[in-house]
């Protein structure tokens, strides 16, 4: 894991350990051309120009400004409208286009004007993320006076966003990965915002001493205190949002904090098995299974096979599903309890 040293920040949390807390019963380059004036700024700037690349009569099928803008030669309206649809008002795109996440973010950026800034969970997938849900709107934020709403899939906040928090990614104003962070870890609720903060921080290398100082000279905002006491826990060692709830159910509930990503070697030195959660010392290991990893009986048998290897060599192995960490968080913290116990956790 990369790790950077940055300068020393006063007020700082205690060390960040890899692990979290308790999930209450929950799973839990803009092309070149001309560009056109945007009609409610006045201004001119990057509008993804209509040109024969921006109409998709060649190769190119990214989203585009198409109200009231001037045309090539040869191009009438009607063949625009013909070759494309609408995606916002004044926005259109390619009708062959299948759009994916980045078409759905420009489209969103072309709508709300020169001003906006990608924000808040479109942000976080900006810098990389693994894990982001499909369905998920578009977040664009303005000038805390503009206009804030919710239409077509994108969601239009008011924001207090300083010139240091915005940067340019691939021609996209996007907010960067510290404010990216600081606006994530303030959503309830907050073992979803814990998996987003692993997932953001793993992602962009965000060095928890930085995001705490920023936190700090961010007093009194709205789920202020969520994020102050999540940085702790945050651990980009996780590998799934599952796995960082997981965590935050047994930090919760006051047992010992288990390590992240445990790797076991064989007798050669070489790795068989990474166990997602457990306490090396007492051979406990913990896996989340998820269905898009152990749906195939190829894995399931490959995982039955990895198992009856780590209990020759003494290891407990608990598997936790979804299901499970929903509906029967208790018994399964009952569980983790009794290992530690029979194990000598609280000697």
Known sequence: ?????????PNQPPTVP???????????????????????????????????????????DRPF?????????????????????????????????SLGPHDLIDGALLRAGPSAVVSGLSAAF?????????DSEIEISRHATGQGRCRGGVRVVRSDLSPGDVMVIDGRRVTTPIRTAYDLGRRPPHWRALGRLDDLV???????????????EHPGTRGIRQIRELIPHINPLSESPPES????????????????????????????ARMDLGYR?????IEFDGTEFHETAEQRAHDAARDARLKRMGWIILRVT??????ESDELLRDIDKHLRDRGAYR
């Open 281 to 285: 010392r007492l051979k406990i290991g």
């Open 202 to 216: 793993n992602a962009a290398d965000i060095d928890l001493r930085l995001l705490w100082r920023y936190v700090v």
């Open 126 to 134: 900006l810098h990389g993320i693994s894990w982001y849900e499909a």
């Open 1 to 9: 894991m990369r790790q950077r040293q940055p300068p020393t920040v």
């Open 18 to 60: 890899n692990q979290p807390p308790t999930v209450p019963n929950q799973p839990p380059t803009v092309p070149t051309g001309r560009s056109v004036t945007h009609p409610r700024s006045g201004k001119c700037g990057n509008r993804f120009p209509i040109d024969d690349v921006n109409l998709g009569m060649t190769r190119g």
């Open 322 to 327: 979804g299901d499970r960490m929903r509906d």
């Open 245 to 272: 709830w997981l965590r935050l159910l047994i930090v919760e509930a006051e047992l010992p904090r288990p390590e992240a990503q445990i790797s076991v070697l064989d007798d050669n030195g070489y790795e068989f």
């Open 65 to 97: 400004w198409g109200a009231d803008a001037p045309l090539p030669d040869g191009i009438t309206r009607r063949m625009m409208e013909r070759n494309h649809r609408r995606m916002h008002r004044g926005v259109l795109v390619s009708a062959a286009k």
